[in-house]
């Protein structure tokens, strides 16, 4: 059965630092790995997915890195800004039989101006 | 394009009523599921679908709850005897082969038991 773990819980920081996050699965036969932010009373906002093909994906001052064989994946937030405040999540889709999507527990990061 | 749609957006309901959730993947999207949120707590999967099969309904908490989704489209979720611990924000992504499964979410729908 796979097992997501985000670590830290709960991150705060200055604005202005750079972040690492922490998202680790336990079985690495994964599809993809998908990043999300959620906003308090929000939906889920998508910001990198990776394949499993692939070792990392950027976008803006996000970037997300994938390491299959040790089961980890980290998110970079560089220059965090106030507006970063969220919960960020990440969730694993398995390969082979059906696309089964098994979601971490979150970091709820707090960038302080 | 549209993205996924879901209602209502609120619910407030008495405890013992049933309620039906609606969610509108995005055109296209085969794969769909559902998953619940309790207030502070993560993602708690309930059903999914690929076109209009369940293959897994293993987050499903009690057959008071059930699903379904015609023409490979549109996807209803019942609750039948609401309970208060129901109360929760229920949210419905779809994806698709094609785009490697990337999940996109609808806002949700926010189920308030009294």
């Known amino acids: 059965k796979q097992e997501v773990t985000q670590i830290p819980a709960a991150l705060s920081v200055p604005e202005g630092e750079n972040l690492v996050l922490n998202c680790s699965f336990t079985?690495?036969?994964?599809?993809?790995l998908q990043w999300f932010r959620q906003d308090p009373g929000k939906g889920l906002t998508s910001l990198l997915l990776i394949q499993s093909s692939q070792r990392e994906q950027t976008s803006g001052r996000l970037n997300a890195s994938l390491d299959k064989s040790s089961g980890r994946s980290t998110l970079y937030i560089a220059a965090s800004q106030p507006g970063d405040s969220a919960t960020y999540l990440c969730?694993?889709?398995?390969?082979?039989?059906?696309?089964?999507?098994?979601f971490g527990t979150g970091t709820k990061l707090q960038v302080i101006p | 394009g549209a993205g996924v749609s879901q209602s209502p957006s609120n619910k407030v309901t008495e405890k013992g009523k049933d309620v039906e959730l609606r969610c509108d993947p995005i055109?296209?999207?085969?794969?769909l599921y559902w998953y619940r949120q309790s207030l502070g707590q993560g993602l708690e999967f309930l059903i999914y679908f690929q076109g209009n099969s369940a293959p897994d309904k293993s987050g499903l908490p009690s057959d008071r709850f059930s699903a379904e989704r015609t023409g490979g489209s549109v996807s209803t979720l019942t609750i039948q005897r609401t309970q208060q611990e129901d109360s929760a924000v229920y949210l419905c992504?779809?994806?698709?082969?094609?785009?490697?499964?990337?999940?996109?979410f609808g806002p949700g729908t926010r189920l308030t038991v009294t």
């Open positions: 079985d690495s036969a994964i599809y993809n």
């Open positions: 992504a779809s994806s698709f082969m094609f785009r490697n499964y990337e999940q996109y």
């Open positions: 055109s296209g999207h085969t794969a």
């Open positions: 969730a694993v889709v398995a390969s082979g039989g059906y696309q089964k999507v098994t």
